[in-house]
């Protein structure tokens, strides 16, 4: 089955906004090395609260971009790894990354055109 993302009643839209979400991106990104634990990928990623970024790894495991493996250690060990769905984000995502990335002094130029200052 193939969606149609302009179709406002097809699920791919909420692929779109699965993987179109800035704290997906970068829990993607931040796990493209290897599995990391839940406070690695806060320090990493920055600016997410635990809440947020909770939810997000959550959505994700629902969705089968990321499993989430508890080791019987005191304290309990957690770490979150790519799905072999997860990785076949690496190139899409890393490609919009390295454009962000390459485009940012013109985007911010614009905005601050655009707003007059």
Known sequence: ????AFDPNCPTRLVLDR???KWSVL????LLDGPRRF??????????????LTQ?????????LLTRQVFAEVP????????????SLQRPIQ????????NVNEVMSARSAHSGT
């Open 56 to 64: 997000t790894l959550r959505t994700m495991e629902r969705d089968g």
């Open 95 to 102: 490609a919009i990354a390295d454009w962000a990335e390459e």
């Open 39 to 52: 406070t690695q990928l806060r320090d990493m990623i920055g600016g997410v609260t635990p809440k947020v």
């Open 19 to 21: 993987i179109g979400d």
């Open 76 to 87: 309990p060990r957690v770490e979150y790894e790519l799905t072999p769905l997860g990785l």
């Open 1 to 4: 089955m193939h969606g149609d």
């Open 27 to 30: 829990v993607v990104l931040s």
